[in-house]
């Protein structure tokens, strides 16, 4: 038997399936938390998700899948908005019980009767956010780069501009990467060695820029430990 997690986006895949890796090492659990693939929605929408859990479901019994996790942010929307929208994309799909919350599995049956466990994630900070906000609160070292973006943030607003806290988390990542993290060796290769267009080097040979046993984790890990 096997599981899966759908999470949104390429970098979601990456930072989640380090986060596994780190449990398995930290944690010492038993059976190892193992997933076993990602499905990427690349942006979400509910014609996406309802897409992917399709294909999902006939691909059920082929890869005798027993748990499935669906990982999306929760951005400015509440858990209640986001559990509605998961439900009613599960619900064109599956015959299944509701999701009343996250990090609870619910029964699902497919059209043949390829029986499975659902739950679901969402990930945030405070209720709010993204990947990159996580990423933000979670950082180990010190970030002097990125933390100047405040101050910049200010000045544009005195000259009538502004941007979102969703925009400001992203260049605050980007800028933490690229200044903050990125030794003098690897400015030289920057651009294949401290961005998030490839999260994938930064993840396998920088782990040590995260703060793994920040709090803000613990309902991840949590969600995780339930596919042990």
């Known amino acids: ?56 479901e006939a691909d059920l019994q082929k890869r005798d899948i027993e748990k499935i ?71 180990a070292r010190e970030s002097p780069h990125a933390d100047c973006l405040n101050s910049w943030k200010t000045c544009i607003k005195s000259q009538g501009k502004d941007i979102s806290d969703k925009d400001l988390n992203k260049f605050w990542v980007s800028i933490y990467l690229r200044y903050d993290t990125c030794s003098d060796k690897e400015q030289q290769q920057a651009g294949r060695k401290c961005t998030m267009s490839r999260f994938d080097y930064v993840m396998e040979h920088k782990k040590d820029i995260w703060d793994w046993d920040n709090p803000a984790l613990d309902d991840l890990k949590e969600f995780f430990k339930l596919f042990c």
Do not use: H, W
């Open 1 to 56: 038997m096997s599981n899966i997690v759908i999470v949104e986006s390429k970098n979601d895949a990456i930072f989640m399936q380090a986060m596994v890796e780190k449990l398995n090492c930290d944690l010492q659990v038993e059976k190892p938390i193992y997933i076993d693939d990602y499905e990427r929605l690349e942006g979400l929408s509910e014609t996406k998700l309802i897409t992917t859990l399709k294909a999902l």
């Open 69 to 139: 996790g669906i990982i999306i942010d929760i951005d400015n929307y509440s858990e209640a908005e986001r559990l509605e929208f998961v439900n009613e994309c599960i619900q064109q799909v599956f015959e299944s019980e509701t999701l009343s919350s996250t990090k609870q599995f619910i029964k699902i049956c497919g059209d043949n009767g390829t029986k499975a466990k659902l739950a679901c994630y969402f990930t945030n900070v405070g209720g709010k956010g993204e990947l990159e906000t996580l990423l933000k609160t979670i950082k």
